[in-house]
């Protein structure tokens, strides 16, 4: 690539737009209903489950086998920390507040959310993080992470 085509890619850089995830499920209507009454999402005629920045389309699936939550991804130590990767297989991240994950994570408990293992904790670099992992009824894991500096 020479230096022209560079310096034009980088003037009229297009920009994505916002992004959303979609997901094929066992049940529809269940998932709607999980995404609605447990998560607190507006829930539409297309699919669409969306509560604040998290946005998620929900499509049924032709098969049960079409279902497919992430596995954990590998290990791996070129991270700019000592962090090597998730315990579980994420399949949406969401960042929110250090002060708000407990109550985040305690309203979603009260209105019957499934949380597969406890919170999990650690620090990279110079931030402790907090994450907390909830399934939906086909057990795609959403992560409530939170972040926060060390002060020292």
């Not at 009229?12 to 995404?35: A, N, W």
């Not at 907090?130 to 894991?141: E, F, I, M, R």
């Amino acid at each position: 690539m020479n230096n022209h085509s560079t310096e034009l890619d980088t003037k009229h850089q297009l920009k994505f737009g916002t992004t959303i995830q979609v997901r094929l499920v066992s049940d529809l209507k269940k998932s709607q209903e999980y995404y609605r009454d447990v998560l607190g999402c507006k829930i539409d005629d297309w699919g669409h489950a969306e509560r604040d920045g998290m946005i998620v389309i929900l499509q049924q699936a032709i098969s049960h086998e079409d279902v497919r939550p992430n596995a954990p991804s590998k290990k791996r130590t070129d991270y700019p920390t000592e962090w090597e990767g998730p315990e579980y297989g994420w399949d949406t991240f969401i960042h929110v507040g250090w002060n708000d994950i407990h109550d985040l994570t305690e309203e979603i408990r009260n209105k019957g959310g499934l949380f597969p293992n406890e919170p999990v904790t650690g620090s990279h670099g110079n931030w402790e993080f907090k994450n907390v992992y909830l399934q939906d009824p086909d057990k795609y894991t959403i992560v409530l992470g939170a972040m926060r500096e060390i002060k020292g």
